[in-house]
């Protein structure tokens, strides 16, 4: 049954399910999140299609200029929408994902966007708001490190004189 997703739990199934993100909003800039979340995605194996009608290629890869023409043109439905757009820009882009049977509306760190999500769900859709798809993968499956966030060394106790790198 479709819902807006809330817990950990399901988010972690999302993922677990799931292996093809459609990044709406992707952008070229190695410095903006989607960027960065991208390579990351793609480092765990997922299958990220970038979504931009500004760009031919982002990562090497082909960017289309809508859900539409990356369903039209690699012959598959959509299965996350990972939208890092504004919120008064997801409408249209949920519209466009129901139309085209994905299974799961993500909007990133910051976008909420109720109304839109209430259509999602009642076409069937599982929903999750203002959450990063790297900082869940990365929290569920241990990814932390691996951007440097989890050294795995807890202490308060800084590092010798002569450990310490000065500039």
Not at 55 to 77: D, F, H, V, Y
Not at 87 to 115: C, H, R, S, Y
């Given at each position: 049954?479709?819902?807006i997703?809330?817990?950990a739990t399901?988010?972690?199934?999302?993922?677990?399910?799931?292996?093809?993100?459609?990044?709406?909003?992707l952008s070229?800039?190695?410095?903006?999140p989607?960027?960065f979340?991208a390579?990351?995605m793609?480092?765990?194996?997922?299958?990220?299609?970038?979504?931009?009608p500004?760009e031919t290629?982002?990562?090497g890869?082909?960017?289309w200029?809508?859900?539409?023409?990356?369903?039209?043109?690699?012959?598959?439905?959509?299965?996350?929408?990972?939208?890092?757009?504004?919120?008064?820009?997801v409408?249209p882009?949920?519209?466009?994902?129901?139309a085209?049977?994905?299974?799961?509306i993500w909007?990133?760190?910051t976008?909420?966007n109720q109304e839109?999500?209430e259509?999602?769900v009642?076409?069937?859709?599982?929903?999750?708001?203002?959450r990063?798809?790297?900082?869940?993968?990365a929290?569920?499956?241990?990814?932390l490190?691996t951007?440097g966030?989890?050294?795995?060394?807890?202490?308060s106790?800084q590092?010798?004189?002569?450990?310490r790198?000065?500039?």
């Amino acid at each position: 049954m479709a819902q807006i997703i809330d817990t950990a739990t399901e988010r972690m199934e999302i993922l677990r399910r799931f292996r093809h993100i459609d990044m709406v909003g992707l952008s070229a800039n190695p410095s903006r999140p989607s960027h960065f979340a991208a390579i990351y995605m793609l480092s765990e194996g997922y299958e990220v299609t970038p979504i931009n009608p500004r760009e031919t290629e982002i990562l090497g890869r082909r960017s289309w200029p809508s859900l539409t023409a990356m369903s039209e043109g690699l012959g598959r439905a959509p299965e996350i929408v990972d939208i890092f757009r504004k919120p008064v820009d997801v409408p249209p882009i949920v519209d466009e994902a129901i139309a085209l049977g994905a299974k799961v509306i993500w909007m990133q760190l910051t976008i909420v966007n109720q109304e839109a999500a209430e259509r999602a769900v009642a076409a069937g859709l599982d929903v999750v708001m203002d959450r990063c798809v790297k900082i869940e993968h990365a929290r569920f499956f241990g990814g932390l490190h691996t951007i440097g966030l989890n050294t795995g060394v807890i202490s308060s106790r800084q590092r010798p004189v002569s450990l310490r790198k000065f500039q």
